[in-house]
């Protein structure tokens, strides 16, 4: 992942051939995102959903309520964070995992490339006979 955007590719709306994910290296910071989005994680999200959704109406002020005052308090900021947070370790694990050996269904949006690559790698070598 990119640190600063490619050149022209950083705008409204999220670039599927170059995403700009600047918040996965700003939630594993521990603490400062809770000092600045506590009581305003509805900031954050309003940006998220123009962002990343095709249709901003399809999240409608109500939902957008709901999500903003479950997100803005300390714990719930810290909590989400966490996720954030574990990847260093989820990569160190997940060289220890074996193939799937079970159908995977993989559901994603923009950066579903990235996606089906994960679990590419993790499906097994298909021996065709012959």
Excluded at 12 to 29: G, M, R
Excluded at 65 to 93: E, H, K, M, P
């Amino acid at each position: 992942m990119l640190l600063l955007p490619e050149a022209g590719t950083f705008g409204d709306k999220i670039d599927e051939d170059h995403p700009y994910l600047w918040w996965f290296a700003f939630h594993q910071v521990k603490g400062m995102p809770e000092e600045l989005l506590e009581g305003r994680a509805g900031v954050e999200q309003a940006w998220f959903f123009r962002y990343m959704l095709k249709d901003e109406k399809a999240i409608d002020a109500r939902d957008r309520a709901v999500y903003a005052t479950a997100y803005s308090s300390r714990d719930a900021i810290r909590a989400g964070n966490a996720w954030y947070q574990a990847f260093s370790q989820d990569i160190v694990d997940d060289g220890t995992y074996p193939k799937l050996s079970v159908p995977v269904l993989g559901l994603g949006g923009p950066g579903y490339s990235r996606l089906k690559a994960a679990l590419d790698a993790k499906r097994p070598t298909r021996r065709r006979s012959g």
